[in-house]
């Protein structure tokens, strides 16, 4: 659900990410959701944002040290 949730904010931003796409694009049985998110859509939309933000901080991370130390500012 994650992970559809995070594709589903990329393609069409945050108003248009609703529980029943995320379900659909997921697959995921609604009583998944209430298990896993307590707090509903802005508790998944939230998840997804941090699990999107964690990505995108380990490729910088990555990134910087692949380089010389002489490279890094």
Do not use: C, N, Y
Request: glycine share 10%; aromatic share 4%; proline share 4%.
């Amino acid at each position: 659900m994650i992970l559809s949730a995070a594709v589903l904010l990329r393609e069409s931003g945050a108003s248009a990410t609703s529980i029943d796409r995320v379900l659909a694009h997921s697959g995921t049985p609604r009583g998944s959701v209430h298990h896993s998110f307590s707090g509903g859509r802005t508790h998944l939309i939230a998840e997804a944002v941090a699990r999107v933000g964690d990505f995108v901080s380990g490729l910088i991370d990555a990134a910087m040290f692949s380089l010389p130390p002489s490279k890094v500012r």
